[in-house]
């Protein structure tokens, strides 16, 4: 009886080496693939991730009636930032002053010097919106005077510009004024770091509106939202709803859930046009190997043996081309910002997304090896030993 026994472990690395060129073009194939599943992998982590840290579970924002999640096309009496902290008990206070922001938020073509405008998200505030944007910090600059915006970090993502074109001291257009740039802001990766903000009575007189779009408020610890709900609902003649931020930006979350599955399917396709590219490299290669196979089972080395030897070098390429892409990704498309219709946000390579990629870069090297090992294996030795 034959002794079941396995190749040594360093055969299989000598084979990788053997063959130079067809080694390098797969490994330079399987990189490629593991690449781009990283990208699709951090757009859909990097939309989860903006989505999440936006919204603040102690703030509540009151809106119009029956505008869904279209902030933008919100209008609300300039008086019901006054009326909701005299109204409603609750409301974060400090040294007198609430924490209530009045906003006007809006989608406008923003123009940078003599390129085309583009989409771009404008936020009328005041002072009182630091306290309520928590996560909002000053980077660079300081806070916009008359005729001046600060922007976020992602705002040159968002109108396709490149970053010293939105830095402090250069100007950009809209509502047909050109505003200088003051300064810029992080908000944590938040979807507010794609908007600029501006004054709201300057912004007011360039839309020639007395309105607001919404009044954000921060609950104290002890505050509860339902008094915020009840408000809006007894004031029937402003015509008025609220909704906690974190409902507003999960609601959100659903509405982009088409987005993230179409993702997942690019990752699908692109993991399939991966095995079969790997199936065809590894075919090619176990094909011109037939008598090397065939002479290993004559000096007693049995078939699942073999099998587990080619198994072993397509998962050493692809370990090593998983390895260098995560590497490529975590150097050059983490942290990338890309533009989408809620503003722009930034490809996010974490734990869960190095997971996905090379788990997807080692079943590639797995399921490529064992069909054309299978089909190899099962010629006839003494065909296998003829065969050219």
């Known amino acids: 009886m034959t002794l079941f026994r396995f190749l040594p472990w360093e055969?299989?690395?000598?084979?990788?080496?053997?063959?130079?060129?067809?080694?390098?073009?797969?490994?330079?194939?399987?990189?490629?693939?593991?690449?781009?599943?990283?990208?699709?992998?951090?757009?859909?982590?990097?939309?989860?991730?903006?989505?999440?840290?936006?919204?603040?579970?102690?703030?509540?924002?009151?809106?119009?009636?029956?505008?869904?999640?279209?902030?933008?096309?919100?209008?609300?009496?300039?008086?019901?930032?006054?009326?909701?902290?005299?109204?409603?008990?609750?409301?974060?206070?400090?040294?007198?002053?609430?924490?209530?922001?009045?906003?006007?938020?809006?989608?406008?073509?923003?123009?940078?010097?003599?390129?085309?405008?583009?989409?771009?998200?404008?936020?009328?505030?005041?002072?009182?919106?630091?306290?309520?944007?928590?996560?909002?910090?000053?980077?660079?600059?300081?806070?916009?005077?008359?005729?001046?915006?600060?922007?976020?970090?992602?705002?040159?993502?968002?109108?396709?510009?490149?970053?010293?074109?939105?830095?402090?001291?250069?100007?950009?257009?809209?509502?047909?004024?050109?505003?200088?740039?003051s300064g810029v802001f992080s908000a944590g990766g938040s979807a507010f770091e794609s908007e600029a903000w501006c004054r709201l009575d300057e912004l007011q007189q360039a839309l020639k509106r007395q309105d607001l779009s919404i009044v954000a408020v921060s609950l104290a610890p002890d505050g509860d939202f339902a008094d915020v709900d009840l408000f809006c609902k007894e004031r029937l003649d402003l015509e008025l709803q609220t909704m906690l931020e974190t409902e507003y930006y999960a609601t959100l979350q659903r509405d982009y859930a088409p987005v993230r599955w179409l993702a997942w399917l690019v990752v699908l396709l692109v993991s399939g046009a991966g095995v079969f590219a790997g199936l065809n490299t590894m075919y090619g290669s176990v094909v011109g190997r037939i008598p090397e196979l065939a002479t290993l089972q004559t000096i007693g080395f049995l078939r699942r043996a073999i099998v587990v030897s080619l198994i072993q070098e397509g998962l050493l390429l692809a370990a090593a081309a998983s390895l260098l892409a995560a590497v490529l990704a975590l150097a050059f498309v983490n942290g990338a910002a890309v533009r989408f219709t809620m503003g722009a946000f930034s490809l996010r390579i974490d734990n869960v997304a190095v997971l996905i990629g090379c788990g997807v870069g080692l079943s590639l090297g797995f399921l490529g090896a064992i069909p054309p090992a299978i089909r190899a294996l099962r010629m006839p030795i003494v065909e296998g030993l003829k065969a050219v």
């Open 11 to 181: 055969y299989a690395i000598r084979n990788l080496f053997r063959r130079p060129l067809r080694t390098s073009l797969t490994f330079a194939g399987l990189t490629t693939v593991v690449v781009l599943v990283f990208v699709v992998v951090g757009f859909i982590r990097g939309l989860e991730q903006s989505l999440a840290v936006s919204g603040d579970p102690q703030t509540a924002i009151i809106f119009s009636l029956g505008m869904g999640e279209n902030l933008e096309y919100s209008s609300i009496p300039m008086r019901t930032s006054d009326l909701v902290p005299a109204s409603v008990a609750g409301i974060q206070s400090r040294f007198g002053q609430h924490y209530v922001s009045p906003e006007l938020y809006l989608g406008t073509q923003v123009g940078i010097d003599e390129r085309e405008p583009a989409m771009g998200l404008i936020r009328g505030v005041t002072r009182s919106a630091v306290l309520v944007r928590r996560q909002f910090e000053i980077e660079e600059g300081e806070w916009p005077g008359p005729g001046e915006v600060i922007v976020g970090q992602l705002v040159a993502a968002k109108l396709g510009a490149a970053v010293d074109e939105v830095g402090v001291g250069q100007a950009i257009q809209f509502e047909g004024r050109t505003w200088r740039i």
